[in-house]
Each structure stands twice: as C-alpha cells, then as structure tokens.
C-alpha cells in the first residue's frame, strides 16, 4: 500500500475507472450477445435495432476511451456485415 497522499488517490481514481470500464465493457458484451441472439432466432426488425444501439454504445466507449476508436469501427463493421448475410 502507498504511503504518500498523492499515491493514495491515484489508487482510487484508478479503481474508479477501472470499475467503470468493467461496466462499459460488460454492456457491450450483453448489447452484442443480444444482437446475435436475434440474428439466429430471426428477429431481423429487431436485430437492426440492437445494432444501431450497439454503434452508439461503442462509440461513446471509444469517445471516453474505454476502447480504442478503430475497435469501435470495426466492430461496427463486422456486426453490420453479419446482419446483412442475415438479410
């Protein structure tokens, strides 16, 4: 454990961010393993909607850095391609 103050509270900062970005990244995963889930069920009304939900959840995570911008895109990219082989 850190003895200086300053030390101390980069402690906490960080793990305020780092649970924070847990969270982020945990919504994505649930945004995305639903997606999948309408893809295979059929659901392509509803698949097309969880995708735009999903494009701007990943930009804001890339906007506040949790993932890297180009992360983002790309996910975007092959999200949307999977859903127009669907269609």
Do not use: P, W, Y
Request: proline residues 0%.
């Amino acid at each position: 454990m850190a003895n200086i103050k300053s030390a101390m509270k980069r402690i906490k900062v960080i793990a305020k961010k780092t649970a924070r970005n847990r969270m982020v990244k945990s919504q994505l995963k649930t945004a995305v393993r639903r997606f999948e889930e309408a893809i295979t069920a059929g659901a392509l009304d509803d698949a097309k909607a969880r995708l735009k939900f999903i494009e701007k959840k990943l930009h804001q995570a890339a906007a506040k850095g949790v993932i890297h911008k180009k992360k983002a895109s790309r996910k975007v990219s092959r999200l949307a391609s999977r859903l127009n082989k669907a269609m």
